[in-house]
């Protein structure tokens, strides 16, 4: 396997049986980024509330980015499934706007296209795995399919796979916390 960073997509994937073109992406709101380093740059102590994002939506001012800082206005919250319902809406949001770019003279294309989402939403207390089967339902439900032939997400303990119509999660594994891994410093090697 060779992997090669370039542009339009931004990996692409040499491999026996093919050449995969990977697309990566971060799904996070911008505002909540920005409100987060005024936060630190304000020295802010105060609990921090989740603010509520939508993918799309339009700038938010100095003013309102300062009042999350701040956590002056703790907002409405989380009902039910409602974050798991999100988190699939922000994941379809993220894809079709890759999906779009697909599309777009100088992208180019290969036998396979993958795409690969960072998830970094802030969303309270998501279960990845209803999340999943949401995201799942609506990729199905879509009037064409996306141009990908894979969407993988990666959260916070699972990447999660998306090939409509079935999807997995494939736990991270932590190599530097495994027990008795040959790079882990222990009492015989000085660590």
């Excluded at 509330?49 to 300062?66: T, V, Y």
């Excluded at 999350?68 to 993220?94: K, N, Q």
């Excluded at 879509?142 to 409509?164: A, H, S």
Aim: hydrophobic share 40%.
């Amino acid at each position: 396997m060779r992997v090669e960073k370039r542009e339009r997509p931004d990996f692409l994937l040499s491999l026996p049986t093919g050449r995969v073109g990977v697309e990566v992406t971060e799904a996070v709101p911008p505002d909540w980024a920005w409100a987060n380093a005024r936060r630190e740059k304000l020295d802010y102590s105060n609990l921090i509330f989740l603010h509520r994002f939508r993918p799309g939506e339009p700038q938010l001012s100095s003013k309102e980015i300062d009042a999350i800082a701040r956590s002056a206005d703790p907002g409405d919250g989380w009902a039910g499934d409602t974050p798991e319902r999100e988190w699939a809406e922000v994941m379809l949001h993220f894809s079709m706007q890759k999906a779009d770019k697909l599309s777009k003279p100088g992208y180019e294309q290969f036998e396979i296209n993958w795409l690969l989402i960072y998830d970094n939403w802030p969303l309270p207390a998501v279960d990845d795995p209803k999340a999943a089967a949401y995201f799942m339902r609506l990729l199905s439900e879509l009037d064409v399919l996306l141009p990908f032939e894979r969407v993988f997400v990666e959260c916070e303990k699972f990447i999660w796979q998306f090939q409509v119509p079935t999807y997995a999660p494939q736990r991270i594994r932590e190599l530097w916390k495994t027990a008795n891994h040959p790079m882990q410093p222990t009492a015989e090697t000085g660590g």
